[in-house]
């Protein structure tokens, strides 16, 4: 049986996830590896994967494409940027696959991008061919698909939707080096950030979180009524709106997806969010479709294997 | 000999422009019309080509493709909305044009869409594969093209960028019913109310402006050392900067084109607005080739004309 792989490369494991060229998901397994860059670190991963392949009766002959996504740039070329949080030697590990797997197309995509290509190929966004998905995680990414094609830009920064300018007044500094950007407010780090910030305006105790991305404190509280996290919440919203209202004066995407950790409580802010976009957008796109991504964080290993098998149908003419 | 057509549609007059199907310009000519909502308009029209076709050896079965570009909305479906500024009945003078070239595939385009496609064909951009085309006119419209393709949006506001917010604090309504869009600042309206203002505020006398998008005579008074002249071009740059510091966070284009009336002084502006992009924009894509449109007032003439060749190229299924 023909099979395609989706491997979401991280820091100190890589889940591997088994397809059909149609993309049923078929299995998935996490496998820890030591740094991705000795001829042993491969052998881990090939052996792991041999072993998803084995309990489906598939031959590796038979893996016909293979994307890894990873945390990092990835220039329209396919060529691997500077991955600042993981161990990688791309063309190693590249090597090692195309030894393993002689027939398959092998595919780097970036993380943010190949989760909106996951959407579209399975996810909520399946033939939808304009969409941006903002994923607000530790940062804010975005894949952004235009006529049925990912934008990943002339150099690099497609869907780096997280620095837009949304606050021209911003003092602090995003890690970007410029002031005001979208990932100051909306991302896990900046919610959390707002939210003790609010909490210290008004002179009050606020909950304890746990860490600096710890948002789902932040939500828990203000299902409690906390109204310094109903402050954060809102004040991520209406960033987030701006945004958005920038995004489609550009575009003019059919639908946004939500996607990342902060998403996991897309259903208590959407409402908020909905309103302020209305509130902030051109009239005639104001009505656009704006959800939660549908693949959680296996978008991400979806969209690598479309990517791959793609590829491989673009070098077969097809 | 086979030929193409790309015509311009508007208020008072239409002009003609006649090309090879390789892209080589042959002749334009202007046609005073009337409302072109009746036979006897479309008449006028149908013989003006034909003057056009006749310099050219060129019969009337042999037109394979007519553009009509029209200052409005056009949707992905070619269908045409609402035109405030003409008087134009679109399926009356698709059937004229029709009738009267029974071989040739007809598109409407967007003006500033068509501009974009003109220097794709045969402009400035020609090969570039993804650039924006920002024309600075009596408001300020544009033309995105992404993976090769026109971006005209799920709801017909691709390339509003005019509408981009770059200033929050502003009290004065766009037109569109929203506060400090790009426009406001950088179409001709926006340059000379701008410097009006700046005159007002220091308590001089302006130079005389001969209507409210004259801004002609404000570049004329910045080349005589005019402060205000300088301060208005300076804020119109800086706006200009800013959005097209946030275009370039969600598409990251190759490249910038200027164009429309304003662009006319382009080689005055240029250097200023390079210099505040580089302020602005992600540090990855800063050095953004940005160049001044090169077809002028031609750029939609061409580009309707290849978007008709395209239209029938995709129904011929080359």
Redesign the interface.
């Known amino acids: 049986m023909e099979a395609v792989l989706g491997i979401d490369v991280g820091g100190t494991s890589i889940k591997v996830g088994l397809f059909s060229p149609e993309g049923d998901f078929l299995e998935e397994r996490k496998i820890p590896t030591p740094a991705l860059v000795s001829p042993e670190a491969y052998q881990v991963v090939t052996d792991g994967i041999a072993k998803v392949l084995a309990a489906h009766d598939t031959t590796p002959d038979e893996v016909i494409a293979c994307g890894l996504d990873i945390p990092g740039p990835v220039a329209d070329d396919g060529h691997v940027g500077f991955l600042p949080n993981i161990q990688l030697d791309p063309e190693g590990l590249v090597s090692a696959i195309n030894a393993a797997y002689p027939n398959a197309a092998v595919a780097f995509v970036n993380d943010c991008n190949a989760a909106a290509l996951g959407e579209l190929w399975a996810g909520v966004a399946h033939d939808v061919s304009?969409f941006v998905l903002i994923a607000l995680g530790t940062g804010v990414g975005a894949g952004?698909v235009?006529?049925g094609?990912l934008?990943?830009?002339?150099?690099?920064?497609?869907?780096?939707?997280?620095?837009?300018?949304v606050?021209?007044n911003e003092t602090r500094t995003c890690g970007?080096?410029?002031h005001g950007c979208l990932e100051q407010y909306a991302s896990a780090t900046g919610v959390v950030r707002l939210y003790l910030e609010e909490c210290e305006r008004r002179g009050v105790t606020p909950v304890h979180v746990e860490h600096a991305t710890d948002t789902l404190s932040v939500f828990r509280a203000l299902a409690n009524g906390d109204e310094c996290a109903k402050n954060a919440i809102d004040q991520m919203c209406e960033y987030l709106a701006?945004a958005m209202?920038?995004?489609?004066?550009?575009?003019?995407?059919?639908?946004y997806l939500i996607g990342g950790g902060v998403a996991g409580s897309f259903a208590v802010f959407a409402p908020e969010l909905r309103r302020r976009f209305q509130a902030?957008a051109?009239?005639?796109?104001k009505d656009?479709a704006i959800e939660a991504a549908s693949l959680g964080n296996q978008a991400a290993m979806y969209g690598c294997a479309y990517e791959a098998l793609q590829m491989r149908k673009r070098t077969m003419g097809e």
């Open positions: 304009s952004v235009v006529n094609q934008v990943s830009g002339a150099f690099g920064a497609g869907g780096e939707v997280g620095h837009i300018t606050n021209y970007c080096g410029r701006m209202a920038q995004i489609s004066c550009v575009i003019d995407p059919a639908m902030h051109l009239s005639t796109c656009v």
